[in-house]
Every structure is written in structure tokens, then in C-alpha cells.
């Protein structure tokens, strides 16, 4: 579970609202067949949801509102929520201000010492700190803000989405914390043996999704660590390697399970899932999903499309931009010419679809990418013009919004980042015309460090075919997924935006417009 987005953030338009129990419908066994590729397939499930419908809430401790009366005394205007099915505190902030004082030394620490003081208040105990790891620290070069985010570990193991969020001022202020750490952990797990093998956890997920997967080990066995890390291949599955690892599932009260968790994209390229299989019995507890798609009616705004500009199709209105790059945001440019591949983006064809491969990728003259178009054709027609507008449009925005703050540390999509933090190698990998879909779009945002997917694809529903590359909003909104999806959450967590009620979709029109 992940706690909310910080104060600072809702500030700054970037609200994240709790990643709760009720991260997905309902659905009535955990063993749902699922039929990937479908048009009205559920992205996500959460097993635990079931499992909790009749459960009452519980109510805080007593010691815990012992220090929320402490912490009162200091802060008369703070504001609480709880978190139903622990009765921890999820959320702790000042209506008014700031938590604390001004106060001199390293974020880390400050964050660190406000927690431990008020343990009691966020309904913890000191051994359910013990062990914790830092996932990531991002400092916000415009507010000052640095974030904190900690996660939960027990006997060596992570706990799923077991996050601490803590967000201190330049002055040293705590401005909110949002806890996501399971209470009384040592209680409620069981042994650390799991009682079937990662391959037959990934073995179980393809017979969830109602597929038939040949899924065995590769070079990497499972290692010697608490977490048994273990490399498979799942043909039918996956088309990448599947990483598998223990970690413990919060359920309910009292009740945290040995899960294996474990990444995987889909054959037909519409899904990268997250998800975690019980270690003991081999039942589907979460999916989620990390790509975020739409569909839309709508009536599209100015200078977005060719049907917005002067003259009109199948007129070419297109101009030629000359030097768009920001040297702050791209210090080594765009791209170097020949193919559309750069520090931020590799954009190409991959109407196939074979993701890794592009069909006849387009080659621009030096660093000149300027095709010819034809919008009374069909969209084959103009493929090169197609992928230049993609390109374009996707270093546009990483570099606009580097200086908003989504940078290096924040997060943003890389491949070197010069050494200013983050874990870079996480370029954008922009499909133009991709032949997985149809009349949609979508972008799929590992963690920190992996390759996100923009992919754009044609709309048969008018002739000729209108295509998803030359619509700018389209872009745009879809980009903004994996902005949102790596400032909520910490950069290090990618399923902190699966929750039903949450902004994802709106602050991706916001961008948008």
C-alpha cells in the first residue's frame, strides 16, 4: 500500500490520493480468466478487496492517540487520517503550516528524527522501523523540497508498496508525512520459506490471464538472499526475461503473506503488469498494471492536430523547427542525426508490432528530419512524417517539464544523466503507427531505471485512417502517465496510481491542455 501524495505536491497540482485496498474492481475469485487483448479487459485486481468486504474498520490504539495528543500540542492544527484496515495513521499534516521549526542538518536526518519521535503517533512501534530502506530522496531544485521515501522490510525481506513518504522544506521544516508501514509486522508474518517455486508463481499469473506460457529458469537461479531472486523466461507470457523476487503482501489485520512479485509485458505489447502470487498456495493476489491507456471522444482543441491549423487538410501546414532543443534539459542535444534516437527518446515505426525492432526506420539528413506528408492518404503513406512529429513531441515535453522540476532526480526518462542523480538508462521507446491497437494509445512506466513505451496507434474509424502521431494532446496526455506515475510514489515504486479513485487521467489532461 502507498501513503498519499505529500501537501507540497497538492500544492503543486501533482496530488496523489492513498493507495488503498480498493486499488481495482472487484472481481469474485481470484482465479478470473483473463482474455488480453480485449476492448473492455480490467486492467487490474486486487484479491484483497474480497477478502476485506465484510471486515470492520479498526479504530487507533491507544497509544496512538496518546501521541497524536502529544503531537497536538505542538501542531493544534493538524489534520489525521487512518488507514481502516490496520488503524494506522496514514496521513499527518499541519492545516496552517509546517510540522516543525526550522531546523539545520540533512534532510535525511530530520525526516528520520520526526519519525522516530512520533512513532507512537503513526501507530508504529519501534521494531516495525527496523531495517528499513531508502528508495529514493528527490530533491526539487524550485520548491527546495526533498522527498523522502522509506520502505518497510522484515528478516530481509520488502514489504509490497510498505512505504513511509516524509517531505522536508529547504528550511528544514517537516510538511507532512504519509505512512504506508504495516504495524506490529513481526506479527503477522509467518516463515520466510516459500511453499512453491517463482516459476510456478509466473506459471500461475499466465493461467490467471487465461494463457499457457512455458515458463522456465535462465542464467540467473535462484540467489542466496532472503528475497530468492530468480530470472525466468515465459514464452506465451512475456517478452522480456520475468525478475522474480520474495516479498510480503499486506491482507488484513493481522495477516501479511509470503508473495512472489514479479513484472511482466504482455505479447501483444498492452500490458506490463505488477504482480504478486501467495508463495504458499499459488493464488493471484494483485495485477496491476503499468500501462495507462485511453479512449476518447472528444472535440479536439487549437493547434493540436492537422485539423487545427491553416490551411486545412490535406494541406501540409506543418513549419520547420529549427533548434527547439532546451541546453538546460538536453546538454547534449536532441540526437547526433541518421535515425530518431537521442538521450530522451527513440522514436520509430512498429506497425509489425515487434517493440525492440523498428520496420524501416526513417533517416533524416544529418540532424534535418523533414519528410514529405500526404493527409489524404492512408497514414502508411507518410510513416517517416509520423514518427518526426512523435519525436519531436516527446523531447518538447521532457524538456519543458525538466524545468518544473520532473529532472534527473525526479525521475525523468533518460538514458545518461550526467551525473545529476536518478538512475538513468530509461529513455522513452516512442512506437509511431503501432499495429498492437487500434483508435487508442497508451504508455507503460516501469520504476526508475527501466525503459517506459509510448505507444501511438492509427484510427480506422474515418477515411483515410487518422493517426495518433500528428495528434499533439494525444501525446502529450499519454506522457504525462509517466510523469505522474513516477512523482507519486517515489520514482523507485511504479504502482502507487491503481487505486479507483485516483488523479492519474485528470493530470494527464491537465498536461494535455
Keep these: 500500500m502507498c501513503p498519499s501524495a505529500s501537501r507540497s505536491q497538492r500544492r503543486n497540482r501533482t496530488r496523489g490520493l492513498a493507495c488503498l485496498l480498493a486499488l481495482s474492481l472487484i472481481f469474485g475469485s481470484a482465479s478470473f480468466a483473463y482474455a488480453v487483448g480485449g476492448e473492455s479487459e480490467a486492467r487490474n485486481f486486487d484479491a484483497r478487496i474480497q477478502l476485506n468486504a465484510r471486515a470492520a474498520a479498526i479504530s487507533p490504539s491507544p497509544a496512538q492517540e496518546q501521541g497524536l495528543d502529544a503531537l497536538r500540542n505542538?501542531?493544534?492544527?493538524?489534520?489525521?487520517?487512518?488507514?481502516?484496515?490496520?488503524?494506522?495513521?496514514?496521513?499527518?499534516?499541519?492545516?496552517?503550516?509546517?510540522?516543525?521549526?526550522?531546523?539545520?542538518?540533512?534532510?535525511?536526518?530530520l525526516a528520520l528524527e520526526f519519525v522516530r519521535a512520533n512513532l507512537g503517533a503513526l501507530g508504529l512501534t519501534a521494531r516495525d522501523l527496523e531495517g528499513f530502506e531508502v528508495t529514493d530522496s528527490v530533491y526539487s531544485r524550485l520548491?527546495?523540497?526533498?522527498?523522502?521515501?522509506?520502505?518497510?522490510?522484515?528478516?530481509?525481506?520488502?514489504?509490497?508498496?510498505?512505504?513511509?513518504?516524509?517531505?522536508?522544506?529547504?528550511?528544514?521544516?517537516?510538511?507532512?508525512?504519509?505512512?504506508?508501514?504495516?504495524?506490529?509486522?513481526?506479527?503477522?508474518?509467518?516463515?520466510?520459506?516459500?511453499?512453491?517455486?517463482?516459476?510456478?508463481?509466473?506459471?500461475?499469473?499466465?493461467?490467471?490471464?487465461?494463457?499457457?506460457?512455458?515458463?522456465?529458469?535462465?542464467?540467473?537461479?535462484?540467489?542466496?538472499?532472503?528475497?530468492?531472486?530468480?530470472?525466468?523466461?515465459?514464452?506465451?507470457?512475456?517478452?522480456?526475461?520475468?525478475?522474480a523476487q520474495l516479498m510480503w503482501l499486506p491482507v488484513a489485520a493481522g495477516d501479511?503473506?509470503?508473495?512472489?512479485?514479479?513484472?511482466?509485458?504482455?505479447?501483444?505489447?498492452?500490458?506490463?503488469?505488477?504482480?504478486?502470487?501467495?508463495?504458499?498456495?499459488?493464488?493471484?493476489?494483485?495485477?496491476?498494471?503499468?500501462?495507462?491507456?485511453?479512449?476518447?471522444?472528444?472535440?479536439?482543441?487549437?493547434?493540436?492536430?492537422?485539423?487545427?491549423?491553416?490551411?486545412?487538410?490535406?494541406?501540409?501546414?506543418?513549419?520547420l523547427a529549427v533548434?527547439?532543443?532546451?541546453?538546460?534539459?538536453?546538454?547534449?542535444?536532441?540526437?547526433?542525426?541518421?535515425?530518431m534516437s537521442g538521450n530522451n527518446v527513440t522514436a520509430c515505426p512498429d506497425t509489425s508490432p515487434a517493440n525492440n525492432a523498428c520496420d524501416s526506420n526513417p533517416q533524416c539528413a544529418g540532424t534535418t528530419c523533414d519528410f514529405s506528408i500526404a493527409l489524404g492518404s492512408q497514414p502508411t503513406a507518410y510513416v517517416p512524417a509520423a514518427t518526426a512529429n512523435l519525436f519531436y513531441w516527446n523531447n518538447i515535453i521532457h524538456d519543458i517539464q525538466y524545468?518544473?522540476?520532473?529532472?534527473?532526480p525526479g525521475g525523468n526518462f533518460q538514458e545518461s544523466n550526467f551525473g545529476n542523480g536518478g538512475a538513468g538508462g530509461d529513455s522513452v521507446n516512442a512506437d509511431a503507427q503501432d499495429g498492437s491497437g487500434n483508435c487508442n494509445a497508451n504508455f507503460a512506466t516501469p520504476t526508475d531505471g527501466g525503459n517506459p513505451?509510448?505507444?501511438?496507434?492509427?484510427?480506422?474509424?474515418?477515411?483515410?485512417?487518422?493517426?495518433?502521431?500528428?495528434?499533439?494532446?494525444?501525446?502529450?496526455?499519454e506522457y504525462g502517465h509517466g510523469i505522474s506515475i513516477r512523482q507519486?510514489?517515489?520514482p523507485g515504486n511504479s504502482s502507487c496510481l491503481n487505486n479507483s479513485q485516483q488523479g492519474g487521467e485528470g493530470w494527464s489532461d491537465w498536461h494535455g491542455l
Excluded at 531546523?103 to 535525511?108: E, F, H, S
Excluded at 516459500?194 to 499466465?206: E, H, K, T
Excluded at 533548434?323 to 535515425?339: I, L, V
Design 74 to 109: 505542538d501542531v493544534p492544527e493538524l489534520a489525521v487520517e487512518f488507514e481502516p484496515t490496520t488503524g494506522a495513521t496514514r496521513s499527518l499534516y499541519n492545516r496552517m503550516g509546517f510540522m516543525t521549526r526550522p531546523a539545520a542538518g540533512d534532510p535525511m536526518d
Design 143 to 243: 520548491s527546495g523540497t526533498t522527498h523522502i521515501y522509506l520502505r518497510q522490510t522484515h528478516e530481509g525481506l520488502p514489504v509490497y508498496n510498505g512505504q513511509l513518504h516524509v517531505n522536508v522544506a529547504r528550511d528544514g521544516q517537516i510538511l507532512s508525512v504519509n505512512n504506508a508501514f504495516v504495524p506490529r509486522l513481526s506479527d503477522a508474518v509467518a516463515g520466510t520459506e516459500p511453499g512453491i517455486s517463482a516459476a510456478d508463481a509466473v506459471a500461475s499469473f499466465a493461467q490467471h490471464l487465461g494463457l499457457t506460457a512455458d515458463v522456465r529458469e535462465t542464467g540467473l537461479k535462484a540467489d542466496d538472499s532472503p528475497a530468492r531472486r530468480t530470472s525466468l523466461s515465459a514464452e506465451g507470457l512475456a517478452v522480456n526475461e520475468v525478475k
Design 256 to 319: 501479511v503473506r509470503l508473495v512472489w512479485n514479479f513484472q511482466t509485458e504482455t505479447p501483444d505489447s498492452q500490458h506490463h503488469f505488477d504482480a504478486t502470487v501467495d508463495a504458499a498456495t499459488g493464488q493471484v493476489m494483485t495485477r496491476f498494471d503499468w500501462t495507462n491507456s485511453g479512449t476518447y471522444r472528444v472535440y479536439e482543441q487549437p493547434v493540436e492536430s492537422p485539423i487545427h491549423t491553416t490551411p486545412l487538410p490535406p494541406s501540409d501546414a506543418r513549419t
Design 323 to 339: 533548434n527547439p532543443e532546451n541546453a538546460t534539459a538536453s546538454p547534449s542535444g536532441w540526437f547526433t542525426g541518421g535515425t
Design 403 to 408: 524545468q518544473y522540476g520532473f529532472d534527473e
Design 453 to 477: 513505451r509510448m505507444q501511438m496507434y492509427t484510427c480506422n474509424q474515418a477515411s483515410p485512417s487518422r493517426d495518433g502521431d500528428l495528434d499533439n494532446m494525444v501525446i502529450v496526455h
Design 488 to 490: 507519486v510514489g517515489g
